[in-house]
């Protein structure tokens, strides 16, 4: 398996604009979860998903942000509109299970909001 | 209140030094704690965790409930120690969202 994999590695927009993050999930995970990692912050979960339903989005900033899981291998975060306060690193997240503590990382999509 | 804190944003040691990465937390329940590490163009990962009681690379994380803390430590640090560490919350019943602290980036100089 190549992991929890990310698209797009690097993203750099303008103020306004539309932006959609993309995540494919290991094969057989059943919970998903999108973590924003910023220097001043660290990591923040944003939203995490069991078995393809929104379970806690209390971490996703503002109505700006949504995210869906149309599927078991298939999720989106998107920023509509973006901000350059929206620059960070967007990780993606699988685990199998609820509770074993063991998630596995994407690479992290690298967003730049101009 | 769901809490963890790494109070040192960034830990530069010689090689051959004593480590100790500080992680306390904030957990009114048992808690499960976890250790992640990210080295340079690596994913996060996995490094550590308490109810295993397990030494991996050297490194061990006792949990002292008294000082609610969760503290890793190496006895002789390596170059290759040199990563981004990050403490973790399992809060218990929450879908296994993981609650990280703020991260300790490590420096070991040769």
């Known amino acids: 398996d190549a992991g929890v994999i990310q698209s797009p590695r690097h993203e750099v927009t303008e103020m306004g604009q539309e932006v959609t993050l993309r995540c494919k999930p290991i094969s057989g995970h059943n919970s998903l979860f999108w973590y924003r990692q910023t220097m001043m912050r660290g990591l923040e979960l944003l939203i995490y998903?069991?078995?393809?339903?929104?379970?806690?989005d209390s971490g996703m900033p503002e109505d700006r942000f949504s995210a869906k899981m149309p599927n078991a291998s298939f999720s989106t975060l998107k920023i509509q509109p973006s901000e350059p306060r929206d620059s960070a690193v967007y990780f993606c997240a699988s685990s199998l299970g609820q509770s074993t503590g063991e998630l596995f990382f994407g690479e992290g999509s690298r967003l730049t909001v101009l | 209140a769901q809490r963890v804190t790494q109070p040192e944003k960034l830990l530069s040691v010689f090689k051959g030094a004593p480590v100790e990465l500080k992680c306390n937390y904030s957990?009114?329940?048992?808690?499960?704690l976890f250790w992640y590490v990210q080295y340079s163009r690596q994913r996060l990962q996995l490094l550590l965790r308490h109810i295993s009681r397990e030494s991996i690379k050297g490194f061990t994380a006792d949990l002292n409930k008294g000082e609610t803390s969760f503290h890793l430590k190496k006895p002789f640090a390596q170059e290759e120690d040199s990563a981004m560490y990050y403490c973790?919350?399992?809060?218990?019943?929450?879908?296994?969202?993981?609650?990280f602290g703020q991260g300790t980036e490590l420096s070991v100089k040769p």
């Open positions: 957990y009114s329940g048992s808690p499960e």
């Open positions: 973790a919350l399992l809060p218990y019943n929450q879908g296994g969202k993981l609650i």
């Open positions: 998903f069991n078995n393809n339903v929104p379970i806690d």
